[in-house]
């Protein structure tokens, strides 16, 4: 379908949700992070008829490929996946934030973006949470740590409290059933 049309967003979404998903499934990082930047070639292609989504998928591949090294990296700080950070060696830290900070900087962007375009994108609004957790975990400082989890936190419950609300707003328009009225 691509062949015969080049810019068509349907087929650019599904091969861009297909290569995301194949490297879900790569365990060498840097494999991974090569099919990612893929899909996140097909994604930018989407950016002038489906902006909202491409800004969305920038932010997703953004945290997956962060969130893969981030991961590896605490672990060889001798850190527990849900300990407080920032990364305890400080070498690798300033290291990672050098390579991943203002790719980090710019998922976070995207997702503001595509929050720009959907005030409730509660899904944009989850990887800003996600992203901002990352970037703490690269913090400088303990001030910048604080501040990116404050910002995470915020994320976070505002993801929450928006899918609560689609929740009602989807069980006050199902229909009653038969017989209930």
Request: glycine share 6%.
């Amino acid at each position: 379908m691509l062949k015969a049309d080049p810019g068509n967003p349907v087929a650019l979404e599904c091969l861009g949700q297909i290569l995301y998903s194949e490297a879900q499934g790569i365990e060498d990082l840097d494999r991974k992070i090569a099919k990612l930047d893929e899909a996140q070639r097909v994604f930018e292609r989407l950016a002038g008829t489906v902006p909202r989504f491409a800004f969305y998928e920038g932010g997703a591949i953004a945290w997956a490929k962060s969130h893969a090294v981030l991961t590896v990296a605490r672990s060889n700080s001798g850190m527990k996946p849900d300990a407080p950070g920032p990364i305890k060696d400080n070498v690798a830290r300033e290291v990672l934030r050098a390579k991943y900070g203002e790719m980090i900087n710019a998922g976070i962007r995207s997702l503001h973006h595509a929050l720009d375009l959907d005030p409730r994108y509660d899904d944009a609004m989850d990887y800003l949470n996600r992203l901002y957790r990352e970037r703490a975990d690269l913090a400088a400082t303990p001030g910048e740590y604080r501040s990116d989890i404050s910002q995470s936190d915020f994320w976070k419950k505002k993801t929450l409290d928006t899918r609560k609300q689609k929740a009602e707003v989807m069980t006050d328009v199902t229909p009653a059933s038969p017989g209930s009225r």
